[in-house]
């Protein structure tokens, strides 16, 4: 399996919800379109940002079928699946198979127990092999984590898998997955390392990151599309200057209500993200003033 072109500012989208908690396709298409025209290298659905862990296999299908019908093939789709247990990924990877899309971008367990080894190894090796699409491992969940040694391993003896997204504000995982993953044999699979970092996107793209899928770039993924190319033409004095304003974007938008918080960034700045699926609470009238002047500061990026 090959990596599908997967690069660049792949941004997560959010999920809309109406107020009953029912997913709102208009709006997610609306979305898509803004991205489109944001030009994002590719798109991402139903992972963490998208409240994954909480739409169904029905609305998992749902989302990632309208993505595609907006996107129209332009760029790839990732579509995201939370679960816990192989069965229950593998059904969710079975439902978007026909579809189109890129690649899976699917998380270890996130229960309490953690597999061994082995037995998480055979997890994503599993998922790929029976749905016909190439595995991204999301490495985000606190007790379920991966060390770099061991998702190079896996990404040797797995053909399916072909990529980490590296994630938990772990630079230094992300430093070393870049070196023990910088073999001949990893990149002529085509290997990809996205970075999930949000605070260190620059860093993470100067040290060599194919890309990234973070919560940021949904925020504001025309200026995270800015900082990619600024790193890609070696343009650090803007480059620079773009990752200390988007800093002040994450820390307004980083907290357990985090993709309650985005869709408080998309509706600030008339697009509209819809209502975070209950328990979720809303941005609180304290974030939601604080992401205010995160955008504001980042608006005058264009002045100086």
Request: contains cysteine; charged residues 25%.
């Amino acid at each position: 399996m090959t990596s599908h072109g997967i690069a660049g500012i792949i941004p997560p989208m959010v999920t809309p919800f109406d107020a009953e908690g029912n997913v709102d396709e208009e709006l997610h298409r609306a979305e898509v379109r803004h991205m489109l025209a944001a030009n994002v290298h590719g798109l991402a659905v139903c992972g963490r940002t998208g409240e994954g862990h909480t739409v169904t296999t029905d609305e998992t299908r749902r989302i990632t079928a309208s993505t595609m019908e907006e996107v129209k093939g332009r760029i790839p789709v990732i579509s995201g699946i939370i679960c816990d247990s192989t069965r229950a990924a593998i059904e969710r990877g079975r439902a978007v198979a026909d579809l189109g899309v890129a690649a899976l971008q699917v998380t270890p367990v996130h229960y309490l127990f953690r597999p061994d080894d082995g037995a998480m190894e055979q997890h994503f090796d599993r998922i790929a092999q029976a749905t016909g699409l190439p595995v991204i491992i999301y490495n985000v969940v606190p007790w379920s984590y991966l060390s770099p040694k061991l998702l190079v391993r896996i990404l040797r003896r797995a053909d399916g898998v072909i990529g980490v997204k590296q994630s938990a504000s772990d630079l230094k995982a992300l430093a070393d997955l870049l070196l023990l993953s910088d073999s001949q044999e990893l990149r002529q699979k085509g290997v990809r390392i996205l970075a999930a970092v949000d605070a260190f996107l620059y860093t993470s793209f100067g040290l060599g990151a194919h890309g990234a899928v973070a919560a940021i770039l949904t925020a504001v993924p025309e200026r995270c599309v800015e900082l990619w190319n600024a790193v890609q033409e070696e343009d650090h004095q803007r480059a620079k200057r773009l990752h200390e304003n988007l800093m002040g974007v994450w820390d307004a938008i980083d907290h357990p209500n985090l993709p309650a918080n985005v869709k408080t960034a998309l509706r600030l700045q008339e697009r509209e993200g819809g209502f975070p699926r209950a328990p979720m609470p809303q941005s609180s009238p304290e974030q939601e003033e604080q992401i205010r002047q995160a955008l504001a500061g980042l608006a005058e990026t264009d002045t100086v």
